[in-house]
T-cell receptor, first 113, second 113 residues
Framework: DVKVTQSSRYLVKRTGEKVFLECVQDMDHENMFWYRQDPGLGLRLIYFSYDVKMKEKGDIPEGYSVSREKKERFSLILESASTNQTSMYLC????????????FGPGTRLTVL | KNQVEQSPQSLIILEGKNCTLQCNYTVSPFSNLRWYKQDTGRGPVSLTIMTFSENTKSNGRYTATLDADTKQSSLHITASQLSDSASYICVVSEISGTYKYIFGTGTRLKVLA
């Protein structure tokens, strides 16, 4: 079974802190994604990566950056956390071909105080 | 603008009853449509995937239908169980091979004993 893991289930940070969210997948998937999920809104894409060191901005990249140094690992970075970044963050991976089904991690619920 | 709308927003049913969730989309060109189940505090898990040429797909007690002409899909749950309590998310992708997934806001289902 595909497994996507995220470094933390719950995280509490203070405004202005630098925050790292880590995601690891074990199925050699080319694509990896970072989303945030807020009540009443669908999942919104922050960043996408289709290969090592490659990244593309999603719909809401402001305030975020990403890093993909290895194929299995995709990191989301909040350079200076703000309260409006309090959210559930979901990582996903998928193969490049076929139906492009996404496999999601369990999520990290981040609270910025 | 490509959109995916789901109805109802929330639904409460008694255990053993059937229910149907709706998904309307305006995504074009359309590649495929997925239904995901998301338990509280967890990442979404795929239930069904359908391309534009398929009009029915089943996964146990879950049956998804698709009418590509009217751009409507439904997810029918038969003989509901307490474990069906979750959010159900409809996701439409524009064209195969891209990362462009459009997420609905989900239907929150509560099954009562």
């Amino acid at each position: 079974d595909v497994k996507v893991t995220q470094s933390s289930r719950y995280l509490v940070k203070r405004t202005g802190e630098k925050v790292f969210l880590e995601c690891v997948q074990d199925m050699d998937h080319e694509n990896m994604f970072w989303y945030r999920q807020d009540p009443g809104l669908g999942l919104r894409l922050i960043y996408f990566s289709y290969d090592v060191k490659m990244k593309e901005k999603g719909d809401i990249p402001e305030g975020y950056s990403v890093s993909r140094e290895k194929k299995e690992r995709f990191s989301l970075i909040l350079e200076s956390a703000s309260t409006n970044q309090t959210s559930m963050y979901l990582c996903a991976s998928s193969v490049m071909e076929a139906y492009n089904e996404q496999f999601f991690g369990p999520g990290t619920r981040l609270t910025v105080l | 603008k490509n959109q995916v709308e789901q109805s109802p927003q929330s639904l409460i049913i008694l255990e053993g009853k059937n229910c149907t969730l709706q998904c309307n989309y305006t995504v074009s060109p359309f590649s495929n449509l997925r239904w995901y189940k998301q338990d509280t505090g967890r990442g979404p898990v795929s239930l069904t995937i359908m391309t534009f040429s398929e009009n029915t797909k089943s996964n146990g007690r879950y049956t998804a239908t698709l009418d590509a002409d009217t751009k409507q899909s439904s997810l029918h749950i038969t003989a509901s169980q307490l474990s069906d309590s979750a959010s159900y998310i409809c996701v439409v992708s524009e064209i195969s091979g891209t990362y462009k997934y459009i997420f609905g806001t989900g239907t929150r289902l509560k099954v009562l004993a």
